[in-house]
């Protein structure tokens, strides 16, 4: 069984920074996806980065130059370092793992951005 959790959300400031932590654990596969999803009130859940097991990233254009995706293997983490923070991010932050077919989701950590 895989269990994904989340830390780290909170209120800011724009221009602010938060970063989040999404610790996994349970069986791993050692070629995985992981990413960060978010999703705001009435809105769809959208890709925010991902990153492969070899450190591969990618971004969805309107965090790009503004967040940073990372992961540590050893420690079954994987991190979100979000810098230059906008009310536009306010939403609830989701971790994601996509190993063998199956995606897992953790339970959300909620990001506020004030203007």
């Known amino acids: 069984q895989v269990q994904l959790v989340e830390s780290g959300g909170g209120s800011v400031q724009a221009g602010g920074s938060l970063s989040l932590s999404c610790a996994y654990s349970g069986t791993i596969s050692a070629s995985n996806a992981m990413g960060w999803y978010r999703q705001a009130p009435g809105e769809q859940r959208e890709l925010v980065a991902s990153?492969?097991?070899?450190?591969?990233?990618n971004y969805a254009d309107f965090v790009k130059g503004r967040f940073t995706i990372s992961r540590d293997n050893a420690k079954h983490t994987v991190y979100l370092q979000m810098n230059i923070l906008k009310p536009e991010d306010t939403a609830d932050y989701y971790c994601?793992?996509?190993?063998?077919?199956?995606?897992?989701w953790g339970q959300g950590t909620q990001v506020t951005v004030s203007s």
């Open positions: 994601n793992l996509r190993q063998w077919g199956q995606s897992y």
């Open positions: 990153i492969l097991s070899g450190g591969s990233t």
